[in-house]
């Protein structure tokens, strides 16, 4: 029987992550490693777990049934070693989205001392369905996710914000911020937080509602 959970995790986050480049990055190995072992799984199980093509890919029947089975085991086995002691009532568990860390410490700043504090990165698409079943008991997230809701309680913890870069020469020209989001097509969004495409999106229905180019 073959213990090593380590290429069930690069599977999951290959998945989470939709990729192999975000999933070594997640794991701070190379995309080769990742790929490699995710192969080795698929060989040592008989079956195939994703389906490739041009860069993209999808979960095979086999492969969401798979997923679906290692999450759980993975879950509780982070949860063994994250919770040696029997004081689990004092345990706070602090999960949040990737690039979101540092809200999380400063949440943690606020809370009194006499709390055990344990941390980790959540996903967009599962973060919420988690946090309901109880898989830990804060997640620091953005405001949209939370949106209608009744299963949990929200606050606001920070307002966040974003940089628009224009060329200096348009910036010149013309230097009413409005006017130049509506007309100069030379700008770039800064964002400490990269690869996670639902951001891209709140962007995109942000500017299409203010009628930015």
């Known amino acids: 029987m073959n ?74 086995c982070t949860e063994i070693w994250r919770h040696p002691n029997e004081h689990l009532d004092k345990l706070l568990r602090i999960h949040f989205l990737q690039g979101m860390g540092n809200y999380a410490a400063f949440f943690a700043s606020k809370l009194p001392e006499q709390y055990d504090l344990s941390f980790d990165e959540e996903v967009y698409d599962s973060g919420i369905s988690r946090l309901v079943m109880g898989n830990y008991d804060f997640l620091i997230g953005f405001e949209h996710m939370f949106a209608n809701n009744a299963k949990i309680t929200t606050f606001t913890l ?34 400490k937080s990269s690869g996670i495409s639902h951001i891209q999106t709140k962007m995109l229905e942000q500017y299409n509602r203010y009628g930015w180019g």
Not at 178 to 185: A, F, G, I, R
């Open 158 to 191: 920070k307002v966040l914000d974003f940089d628009l870069l224009f060329n200096k020469k348009e910036f010149d020209k013309e230097s009413e911020l409005q006017e130049l989001s509506q007309h100069s097509k030379l700008y770039m969004q800064n964002w």
């Open 3 to 76: 213990y090593n959970l380590m290429p069930v995790k690069y599977f999951i986050d290959v998945v989470q992550t939709r990729g192999f480049i975000s999933a070594a990055k997640r794991n701070y190995v190379s995309e080769t490693a990742v790929s490699l072992a995710v192969n080795k799984l698929e060989k040592q199980l008989g079956d195939r777990l994703l389906n490739r093509s041009s860069g993209q890919f999808s979960l095979t029947p086999a492969g969401e049934e798979f997923y679906k089975r290692a999450t759980e085991i993975i879950d509780a």
